[in-house]
């Protein structure tokens, strides 16, 4: 996409949405293993919640990639928008 110049596009955001979805499965798929992993830490509980955090970490990757998900909206209406003007 980068180098036909359509990274600006409305097909941008197919590939974005992608990213997203597969962090958000990463995310659930760790929260499962620190649930089965939890009732084997019972005399060390502090391993689940750091693995917890983890897994919040890694939604905090999504929640990053979708606020750049929001701005390439924006620079895409911005760029239709200039092409109007043009």
Do not use: K
């Not at 919640?49 to 999504?62: C, E, F, K, T």
């Amino acid at each position: 996409m980068v180098r036909g110049g359509t990274v600006f596009s409305h097909a941008a955001f197919r590939y974005v949405d992608g990213i997203i979805g597969a962090i958000v499965a990463a995310a659930l798929v760790w929260f499962a293993v620190t649930a089965v992993n939890a009732p084997g830490q019972r005399d060390d509980p502090g391993v689940t919640l750091i693995m917890g955090g983890i897994g919040v970490a890694i939604l905090g990757v999504a929640l990053i990639v979708l606020v750049l998900r929001t701005l390439l909206a924006q620079a895409t209406r911005m760029r239709d928008e200039l092409d109007e003007v043009i």
